[in-house]
């Protein structure tokens, strides 16, 4: 029997009639993540020891699941993707795993950090992944929590023929986990299907007096929300993005994903969901990843300097702090990361500031005050997601306006293009991610791509 | 005249207290020139020249205030499990004034 490529509720039916064990299920999410580390290098860490859990009526009680290796997990190695901290071992928990430990379900493993091109997509194993993704699609668990701060849980959700769900700004606390860009960062999940990513995210949720951009969702209740009749729901797409006359040089994959789109426009309408077409300034949706760039760029900058191995990771070589920290920066960073600081760096000097990280920042609010325009006339801006179409940036950048705008967005499997899989994005305005999970769920249950585990079509 | 060049770059990773590589250099400085480009397109957004930047996510946020309690401090021995110099319970560094 194999249990990890089940749902959570599936799993728990299991565990409430005696039919599988807590430690059972582990034992194969740890069997699996290891053949997934050999395959795709998905992993940083394959833990090997968990507390006894008990079967308890919450869904989640002895369900194993993954955790991006940006959230601090105590006793377990957390090193954020940075050499700086390979050897960091925090003495407390991330606010979102505390809450799953509480709800019984059990860390089996930390995953490598963002989209890399060390992790390969189980789909087609020359092509990237985030380890998160690539673990949930591959079926080493049911669920895996990550950090999306430009699009990276719904893009890699897209690669990886998954559910990529991003809640609103503040939802779920990001005390402990490491920090990227923080007006953009919100810890959310990959699964595969709406109802776990609900169930995952009303566990995570909730005030955190360690993270003071938390807010009070004790009336909001995704997985009970879930009613997937979305009838008379008010839908909207950008035609800047999603129509193919924009793209003269379009190759077939971009125009397939396009006409993916257009079918699944079709099938809304079909069931009774009103979807227009509507129009955004050009200007602004080709703005997006110059905004993106240096918003995150300065404020990674920023966060950056608690990195310098004297509290913590390897203690650099040189006779003077300052010496030391330099070099344990210049081994620690690698130059990606280093090239973030440098632009960073220069737009966050005085002389600086107002040209280009305040610019920024009036651009991103011009960008998000259109959304919330449509906002007001429609319940959710649809896009195809992750089309990896390089000549088509508008629309692949499109995405980043969800973390502008902190709004809840979600990511859901709807086709294939190519053998590949493909995908559909729904965004809504702050605060009613009820109501965006719900049209997930209904769009998501007139299709066949819930619960798919990934096939390598290319080998 | 280009106003950027690799001993800027090299200004800017001393301030952030790190080396580059000289292929590193070369990287940071075209990302640098590209700058300007990427200003351009936010220029052209009809605007933003008198938007408010925005900082945070949500409009409406507020802060609450937290009752002045005392809480449990973390356990000094824990705050310095991860360091590799410690003396005593404080993290060890080198001298910084002789005598």
Same mark, same amino acid.
């Given at each position: 029997?194999?249990?990890?490529?089940?749902?959570?509720?599936?799993?728990?039916?299991?565990?409430?009639?005696?039919?599988?064990?807590?430690?059972?299920?582990?034992?194969?999410?740890?069997?699996?993540?290891?053949?997934?580390?050999?395959?795709?290098?998905?992993?940083?860490?394959?833990?090997?020891?968990?507390?006894?859990?008990?079967?308890?009526?919450?869904?989640?009680?002895?369900?194993?699941?993954?955790?991006?290796?940006?959230?601090?997990?105590?006793?377990?190695?957390?090193?954020?993707?940075?050499?700086? @901290?390979?050897?960091?071992?925090?003495?407390?928990?991330?606010?979102?795993?505390?809450?799953?430990?509480?709800?019984?379900?059990?860390?089996?493993?930390?995953?490598?950090?963002?989209?890399?091109?060390?992790?390969?997509?189980?789909?087609?194993?020359?092509?990237?992944?985030?380890?998160?993704?690539?673990?949930?699609?591959?079926?080493?668990?049911?669920?895996?929590?990550?950090?999306?701060?430009?699009?990276?849980?719904?893009?890699?959700?897209?690669?990886?023929?998954?559910?990529?769900?991003?809640?609103?700004?503040?939802?779920?606390?990001?005390?402990?986990?490491?920090?990227?860009?923080?007006?953009?960062?919100?810890?959310?999940?990959?699964?595969?299907?709406?109802?776990?990513?609900?169930?995952?995210?009303?566990?995570?949720?909730?005030?955190?007096?360690?993270?003071?951009?938390?807010?009070?969702?004790?009336?909001?209740?995704?997985?009970?929300?879930?009613?997937?009749?979305?009838?008379?729901?008010?839908?909207?797409?950008?035609?800047?993005?999603?129509?193919?006359?924009?793209?003269?040089?379009?190759?077939?994959?971009?125009?397939?994903?396009?006409?993916?789109?257009?079918?699944?426009?079709?099938?809304?309408?079909?069931?009774?969901?009103?979807?227009?077409?509507?129009?955004?300034?050009?200007?602004?949706?080709?703005?997006?990843?110059?905004?993106?760039?240096?918003?995150?760029?300065?404020?990674?900058?920023?966060?950056?300097?608690?990195?310098?191995? @004297?509290?913590?990771?390897?203690?650099?070589?040189?006779?003077?702090?300052?010496?030391?920290?330099?070099?344990?920066?210049?081994?620690?960073?690698?130059?990606?990361?280093?090239?973030?600081?440098?632009?960073?760096?220069?737009?966050?000097?005085?002389?600086?500031?107002?040209?280009?990280?305040?610019?920024?920042?009036?651009?991103?609010?011009?960008?998000?005050?259109?959304?919330?325009?449509?906002?007001?006339?429609?319940?959710?801006?649809?896009?195809?997601?992750?089309?990896?179409?390089?000549?088509?940036?508008?629309?692949?950048?499109?995405?980043?306006?969800?973390?502008?705008?902190?709004?809840?967005?979600?990511?859901?499997?709807?086709?294939?293009?190519?053998?590949?899989?493909?995908?559909?994005?729904?965004?809504?305005?702050?605060?009613?991610?009820?109501?965006?999970?719900?049209?997930?769920?209904?769009?998501?249950?007139?299709?066949?791509?819930?619960?798919?585990?990934?096939?390598?079509?290319?080998? | 005249?280009?106003?950027?060049?690799?001993?800027?770059?090299?200004?800017?990773?001393?301030?952030?207290?790190?080396?580059?590589?000289?292929?590193?250099?070369?990287?940071?400085?075209?990302?640098?020139?590209?700058?300007?480009?990427?200003?351009?397109?936010?220029?052209?957004?009809?605007?933003?020249?008198?938007?408010?930047?925005?900082?945070?996510?949500?409009?409406?946020?507020?802060?609450?205030?937290?009752?002045?309690?005392?809480?449990?401090?973390?356990?000094?021995?824990?705050?310095?499990?991860?360091?590799?110099?410690?003396?005593?319970?404080?993290?060890?560094?080198?001298?910084?004034?002789?005598?």
């Amino acid at each position: 029997m194999t249990y990890m490529t089940k749902s959570v509720e599936e799993l728990h039916e299991l565990l409430i009639k005696g039919e599988t064990s807590p430690q059972e299920l582990l034992d194969e999410a740890w069997r699996n993540s290891r053949e997934i580390q050999e395959r795709y290098n998905a992993f940083v860490t394959v833990t090997d020891k968990a507390e006894e859990t008990e079967v308890t009526d919450h869904v989640l009680s002895g369900i194993p699941y993954g955790a991006e290796d940006l959230y601090s997990t105590k006793g377990v190695l957390t090193t954020g993707g940075f050499q700086a @901290l390979c050897d960091y071992i925090p003495f407390f928990s991330a606010g979102p795993a505390d809450r799953l430990a509480e709800t019984g379900a059990v860390l089996a493993g930390k995953t490598a950090v963002g989209e890399s091109a060390a992790v390969r997509n189980p789909w087609d194993p020359e092509r990237s992944a985030a380890g998160s993704a690539c673990a949930v699609a591959a079926g080493a668990f049911p669920f895996a929590l990550a950090v999306d701060t430009g699009d990276s849980i719904r893009r890699p959700a897209a690669y990886c023929g998954i559910v990529g769900y991003k809640p609103t700004y503040g939802m779920i606390s990001r005390h402990g986990v490491i920090a990227g860009v923080s007006s953009m960062d919100h810890c959310g999940v990959f699964a595969r299907s709406t109802a776990d990513a609900a169930i995952v995210a009303d566990a995570m949720k909730g005030l955190d007096i360690d993270d003071m951009t938390t807010w009070d969702s004790s009336d909001v209740h995704l997985r009970a929300a879930l009613q997937g009749d979305f009838a008379g729901k008010k839908l909207c797409y950008v035609k800047e993005l999603c129509d193919i006359r924009n793209y003269p040089d379009a190759d077939e994959t971009l125009k397939a994903h396009l006409a993916n789109f257009m079918e699944k426009v079709v099938m809304l309408r079909a069931h009774g969901a009103q979807v227009d077409e509507v129009s955004v300034d050009r200007a602004l949706l080709e703005a997006v990843s110059s905004i993106y760039l240096v918003i995150s760029c300065a404020e990674s900058t920023s966060n950056l300097t608690g990195i310098n191995g @004297l509290v913590f990771g390897p203690r650099g070589e040189g006779r003077s702090w300052a010496e030391q920290i330099k070099n344990h920066r210049t081994r620690g960073l690698d130059t990606s990361v280093k090239r973030k600081v440098i632009v960073g760096a220069y737009v966050l000097k005085d002389e600086n500031q107002e040209r280009y990280f305040k610019n920024a920042q009036r651009g991103r609010r011009l960008i998000v005050d259109a959304w919330k325009e449509l906002f007001r006339a429609y319940d959710a801006v649809i896009q195809p997601a992750g089309t990896g179409a390089t000549d088509a940036a508008v629309l692949e950048d499109a995405m980043l306006i969800g973390s502008f705008g902190g709004f809840p967005s979600i990511t859901i499997p709807d086709g294939f293009v190519d053998g590949l899989p493909a995908a559909l994005n729904i965004t809504g305005n702050c605060y009613e991610d009820e109501k965006i999970l719900d049209i997930a769920y209904g769009i998501e249950s007139m299709m066949d791509y819930k619960g798919q585990i990934a096939k390598e079509v290319r080998k | 005249m280009n106003k950027f060049s690799t001993d800027l770059v090299d200004l800017f990773a001393s301030e952030q207290m790190f080396d580059l590589t000289e292929e590193e250099k070369c990287i940071a400085l075209a990302d640098l020139e590209a700058m300007e480009q990427h200003m351009e397109k936010i220029d052209r957004i009809p605007g933003i020249k008198t938007a408010a930047p925005m900082t945070h996510c949500l409009d409406d946020f507020m802060l609450e205030l937290r009752e002045d309690e005392a809480v449990e401090s973390t356990p000094i021995e824990d705050l310095l499990a991860n360091a590799d110099e410690v003396f005593d319970r404080e993290i060890e560094l080198p001298k910084v004034v002789n005598g």
